[in-house]
């Protein structure tokens, strides 16, 4: 026996609630099917669209145990990759949207869906990263494999506050980059310095979309969790042969922008899917997040740690925008 936060829905309305369920409860999850026994989980904006049923992300059938991320100790494999007693780490490959996710003590999740924890983490670590932390580390790496220098200018990221955006913010500074942090929550200027940002900039700044295809080049490269408007003036203001890495959509998701800064300044789009990601890029930027990110900086990122209980009442701080930084949710508690 073990608890789940599961979510119904009926009458276009959801209902997340902790229930008791047993172990031939979980779906089937197939020929490499490993049971986990999941001791962190996180909560990312989409968590918090699903949970509260406020944006379309279950795509699987109802009732359904959401959270896209986990990380827990194996209690049986049928795959050979991995054992009894092994950590392992699952975000995203449709965990809690499709398939069940990581709000569970207990999980059955395909093996090729995991990847095994980095020596250097700690469970809870790994789940102060989760899915924000790995999209931001797979957009570093974006901007690092397009060439962009920490010498040759600013790097941007938006949403700075957010979770993705913080732990963008922590990465790029530790990697000796020039960070410009924009945000568009007033209180977390000192958060946002002692993150390692140089300089921070209104949110405003780029909502509306630029004024000219080509505006003065500020950035050699940006990290965007705004899509929309945000993304289009990010681009009209990248330096010649800069990147953006866009991963986000908090501020919209249409896109008005020009070939421009393409075509003269070869200007680089560089979208970045942490869901469907490779597993050998993700053990990769797994390894990398491990060996940047320090205990200190874990435990800055991460505002609050809460039981499976407390996820709805958190999933709906989390849209308002009233929380900074990451969410871990101790799934054990
Ligand atoms: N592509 C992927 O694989 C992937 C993976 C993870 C997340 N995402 C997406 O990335 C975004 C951030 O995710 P998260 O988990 O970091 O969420 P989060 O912790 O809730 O952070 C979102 C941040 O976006 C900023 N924001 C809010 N409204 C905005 C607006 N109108 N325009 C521009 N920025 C706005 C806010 O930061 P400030 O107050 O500091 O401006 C907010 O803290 C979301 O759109 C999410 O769906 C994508």
């Given at each position: 026996m073990f608890e789940a936060l599961v979510l119904d829905r009926s009458d276009e309305e959801s209902r997340a609630t902790v229930q008791t369920l047993e172990i031939d409860d979980l779906p089937d999850a197939g020929p490499d099917e490993v049971l986990v026994e999941v001791l962190y989980s996180s909560l990312n904006y989409k968590d918090g669209l699903a949970v509260t049923g406020?944006?379309?992300?279950?795509?699987?059938?109802?009732?359904m145990v959401p959270g896209i991320d986990l990380v827990g100790r194996v209690k049986k494999s049928r795959t050979d990759a991995f054992e009894s007693g092994d950590h392992v780490i699952g975000t995203g490959w449709q965990l809690g949207e499709v398939e069940w996710g990581g709000y569970t003590q207990r999980a059955k999740v395909s093996g090729p869906k995991l990847v095994p924890l980095p020596d250097t983490l700690t469970p809870k670590q790994a789940m102060g990263a989760g899915t924000a932390g790995f999209t931001a580390m797979l957009s570093v790496m974006a901007l690092e494999e397009h060439?962009?220098?920490?010498?040759e200018g600013a790097v941007v990221v938006t949403g700075a506050s957010g979770g993705a955006g913080s732990l963008g913010v922590t990465l790029l500074s530790a990697l000796d980059y020039d960070v410009v942090a924009s945000t568009g929550?007033?209180?977390?200027h000192r958060y946002l310095r002692e993150r390692g940002a140089d300089r921070i900039i209104d949110r405003s700044a780029f909502e509306g979309g630029p004024e000219r295809p080509m505006e003065e080049g500020k950035w050699v490269g940006a990290l965007d969790a705004g899509g929309g408007d945000t993304l289009a003036t990010l681009i009209s203001q990248t330096r010649r042969r800069g990147a953006v890495a866009s991963f986000g959509n908090a501020g919209g998701h249409e896109l008005n922008t020009s070939v421009f800064p393409f075509i003269l300044r070869g200007v680089r789009l560089v979208g970045i899917d942490s869901?469907?990601?490779?597993n050998d890029r993700r053990r990769r930027a797994w390894r990398r997040l491990g060996s940047i990110l320090t205990e200190e900086d874990f435990e800055a990122v991460t505002s609050r740690t809460v039981t499976l209980d407390e996820i709805p009442s958190v999933s709906r701080d989390v849209l308002s925008g009233e929380v900074r930084g990451r969410v871990v949710v101790d799934v054990q508690g």
């Open positions: 406020a944006g379309k992300i279950i795509r699987g059938e109802y009732p060439g962009v220098d920490p010498d929550s007033e209180g977390t869901n469907t990601c490779p």
